[in-house]
């Protein structure tokens, strides 16, 4: 894997190997662009996975770890000794260093993770947080045709999701079938991109039986006027059908392909990142 939405597993995937430290961001004050419990794995040569800044502080947890000794907690930034290594955003950082972190502790969330599972990491002492948890990585269920499907495909791939397309035009869909073979968990996105909108009906209603944290679909207000009303006819409540998302996506009336699925997915990406256990 690889993208935004791998890289929240990257580091905890390198320390679950013999040899690999990990640090992990256990306190935050002021702001940061990385979140609380953000992770980036030392590797014996010094390389690093995962990413925590700008590249100083990566260098200076690569020195910390290859000087081992006993897990410790240090402080970056304001209020840090380190007079000699400053934080761009002014703020301060807590990070647990590992040298020798737990590897079956991390392969035993991994396993979770890879069954689209919550999980949690404890982090042992002298961490201030208890532990690191951990959610199933972004999946994007596509349904559709053409140019936006295709294009939202793509965009999704190079993001880090996990793509996963039923095309109209390659035999994957039938009109009128109920997709009732696939699963959709509280960490899939769920989208319609079809011109013909009859194609909608049926998967709209399994839709709507999963737990999809998001369900969009694209289409003008004629369209989405007579969604709801065939929805509401099929016995959906109008609190059920307000779960489609519809217009889809941050820029209204975006027509271009590319606009469309840019759009969309940052949508997608916020609300996905909004239910993260450590998103503040």
């Known amino acids: 894997m690889s993208g935004t939405f791998a890289d929240d597993h ?6 679950s190997q013999p040899g690999v430290g990990l640090c992990t961001i256990v306190n935050i004050e002021g702001s940061f662009s990385r979140r609380l419990g953000a992770q980036l794995a030392v590797h014996a040569d010094g390389s690093v996975t995962g990413s ?22 240090i402080r ?36 979770e993770l890879e069954q689209r599972e919550e999980a949690r990491l404890t982090l042992p002492d ?11 990585q972004l999946r994007l269920l596509l349904f559709g045709e053409g140019p936006e499907l295709a294009a939202m495909a793509h965009l999704g791939a190079a993001s880090g999701m996990a793509v996963e397309t039923h095309g109209r ?12 073979h696939l699963t959709a968990d509280r960490w899939t996105a769920v ?25 969009g679909a ?30 889809l996506g941050t820029v209204m ?14 949508s997608i990406s916020g609300e996905y990142e909004r239910r993260h256990p450590h998103h503040a």
């Open 169 to 180: 035009d390659d035999g994957m869909l039938a009109l009128g079938q109920v997709p009732d």
């Open 253 to 266: 009336h975006s027509r271009e392909p590319l606009g469309l699925a840019l759009s969309a997915l940052a």
């Open 10 to 15: 990257a580091a905890l995937r390198a320390a």
């Open 218 to 247: 694209q289409g003008g207000a004629p369209a989405r006027a007579a969604r709801e009303a065939e929805l509401v006819a099929l016995g959906f409540a109008p609190e059920q059908v307000a779960r489609i998302a519809s217009p």
């Open 191 to 215: 989208v319609l991109l079809f011109h013909d909108h009859e194609w909608e009906r049926a998967i709209l209603q399994w839709a709507l039986t999963t737990p999809a944290f998001m369900i």
């Open 76 to 111: 970056y930034g304001a209020g840090s000794p380190k007079i000699d290594f400053r934080l761009p955003c002014g703020g301060g950082l807590d990070i647990l260093v590992d040298p020798a972190p737990d590897n079956v502790a991390s392969a035993a969330v991994l396993a």
């Open 126 to 136: 002298p961490s201030p947080l208890g532990e690191r948890r951990f959610v199933p």
């Open 52 to 73: 925590l800044a700008d590249g100083c502080l990566e260098q200076e947890l690569a020195r910390e770890v290859a000087t081992g000794g006993d897990r410790r907690v």
